[in-house]
């Protein structure tokens, strides 16, 4: 046996040389702030974010760690003023320099093997093949890469297919590998999926043979520098004036808000438009499996999850980060997203004293929403009874903000819905703004998000807080309706 084989088999992969998350290029709360360093430009970026080699068990002498020599030692000796875009000739130098290394540190490898670091440590320099004039390209929101023939890409919300192709499968494994290696992960046969970030933030899932039937899939959902505002969710006719000024109270007012809506119906975009509102003078904690918030306000501190490692440890969840969240003294916890048992403590975290506090989870509607909680707190195995769990919720939840991709692409805010109390075992709600669909006109939806006419019973909570709403937001008083 190899000792590539050996170190790989032993002691398995390390999942970063910090130990910790694919992270984006840039730190703190404003990921994205640098971008493309995959792709073409200069390699002095590349030179200047070498990886650290690891001084501390467990990761000493894994395969990680020899990599990270090689490649170390492969950046130190490359010309940094090389232009990284001519793609062949650099790859030819880089093979050069990658034997020369191997002989000088004496490292025996089987030919696949060295063909594999080979791939690898070229992955880190090169950028990402036929993806690159897609990432390049603002207009695209989301790329998806269906097996290496069939690539389609969102703009403007709607999907359509793209005349880029990858050569076969191997060339979308290089390009799969280029994007997670210099995360530290590694996806194959026995493990074929994996989440990981592209150095901008933009997020990837990648699954890939035996699983993915048609070929290696990729879906990346490219972070955007430029977050969606709420003066453009305005004029996209995502949301009426009137809601977005109850909504604005709602946050300073300090009530609970869960985001809901199907797979990319923009519950984050919502989510970072909401956590915009928030009094520039509290302390706000974001916790997200992988940082897409992009906060303004200065007084902000971001977590963000980790996945278990190759060996199946390591692994920090969304729970334990809000348990810990609770000693870090925050005025506001935003959670990315609530997808499992996690929302017991959320709920808890709402209901003791952490007002103000805001998630997102997938639903099809508010009340889908009510039951997703419901079901996803069971989860946590604390054999609650259900109606323990239902008035959990419905003192903890004031509303819920319900959006949907419309057949068109747009995507729309279709319900905001108060919760409002609990009659015997059921939660009560009360829609205070209800989108009402007129028509279809040349393909586009018809329609405006009105206010039901009814006041959330939270009203004290948001006067309290010296918000003095006009009744005609509501759809009542003045005789304007929206
Ligand atoms: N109001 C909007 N108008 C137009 N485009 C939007 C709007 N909100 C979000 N988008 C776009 O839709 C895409 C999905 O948005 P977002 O990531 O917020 O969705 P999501 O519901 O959080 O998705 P997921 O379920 O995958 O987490 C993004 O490209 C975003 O720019
Ligand atoms: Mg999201």
Known sequence: ?????????????????????????????????????????????????????????????????????VQNKLLAELDPSMDITKTEEVRRTIMGLFEQILNEENIVLSRAER??????????ILGFGPLQPLLEDESITEIMVN????????????IVRVPVTFEGND???????????????????????????????????????????IGPTLTIRKFSKTPITIEQMVSYGSITPEAVEFLKACVIGA???????????????????????IPSDERILTIENAAELQLRQEHVVTL??????????????????????????????????????????MLQAMNTGHDGSMTTAHSNSPRDTLARLEVMTLMAGMELPVRAIREQISS?????????????GSRKIVNITEVSGMEGDVITTTDIFVYEQTGVENGKVVGRLRPTGLRPKFMEKIEAAGIHLPPSIFGVGSGRRY
């Open 1 to 69: 046996m190899s000792l590539l084989k050996r170190i790989e088999q032993g002691q398995g992969q390390a999942p970063r040389s910090d130990g910790s998350q694919p992270k984006p290029a840039s730190s703190g709360s404003q990921p994205g702030a640098s971008s493309g360093e995959g792709g073409g430009g200069s390699l002095s970026s590349l030179q200047a974010r070498r990886v650290s080699a690891p001084t501390t068990t467990p990761q000493a002498g894994t395969y990680f760690d020899l990599k990270t020599r």
């Open 115 to 124: 063909q594999r670091l080979f791939e690898q440590i070229t992955a880190e």
């Open 147 to 158: 097996g290496p023939k069939n690539i389609y890409v969102e703009r403007k919300g709607k």
């Open 171 to 213: 060339h979308v494994m290089r390009v799969i590998d280029r994007i997670v290696a210099p995360l530290g992960r590694r996806i194959d046969e026995s493990s074929p999926y994996v989440d990981a970030r592209l150095p901008d933030g933009s997020r990837v899932n990648a699954v890939i043979p035996p699983i993915a039937l």
């Open 255 to 277: 009530c609970n808000i869960v985001v809901s809506g199907g797979t990319g119906s923009g519950k984050t975009t919502l989510l970072n438009v909401l956590s915009g509102f």
């Open 304 to 345: 963000e999850s980790r996945p278990a490692n190759i060996e199946g440890r390591g692994e920090i969840t969304i729970r334990q980060l809000v348990m810990n969240a609770l000693r870090m003294r925050p005025d506001r916890i935003v959670v990315g997203e609530i997808r499992d048992e996690a929302a017991l403590d």
């Open 396 to 408: 903890a939840v004031h509303v819920i903000c319900h959006q949907e991709r419309l057949r068109d």
